[in-house]
């Protein structure tokens, strides 16, 4: 048990870690010039936005959109159905003649 306890420890020390240098880098990207602000700014953004895991920030992972687009993905009839219209459309290209007249 105390393995575990050492290895959430262990995880929750590292995860401070990485937001003390994180913030440390965005307090020192705040002396840069516009652009060096500005990505900082941005990228502090960008990781806080991904924390909570929800696309588009209205998916949640237990949603039911979400989790019925998960679930038609790895049907195993969506690939071949998605691979057999690509065929199909590859088909009809090669048949198409555009300058080929109209009365013929």
Known sequence: MSYAMSLDARAERRDRLAAAVREAEYAKAQRGNFF?????????????????????????????????????????????????????????LALYKPLEGRDS
């Open 36 to 92: 060096v602000r500005n990505y900082a700014l941005l990228s502090k953004w960008w990781f806080e936005a991904n924390l909570n895991n929800v696309s588009l920030y209205i998916f949640s992972p237990s949603g039911g959109v979400r989790r019925n687009a998960k679930r038609l993905c790895e049907w195993i009839w969506f690939e071949r159905i998605i691979l057999g219209t690509i065929i199909a459309n590859c088909a009809t």
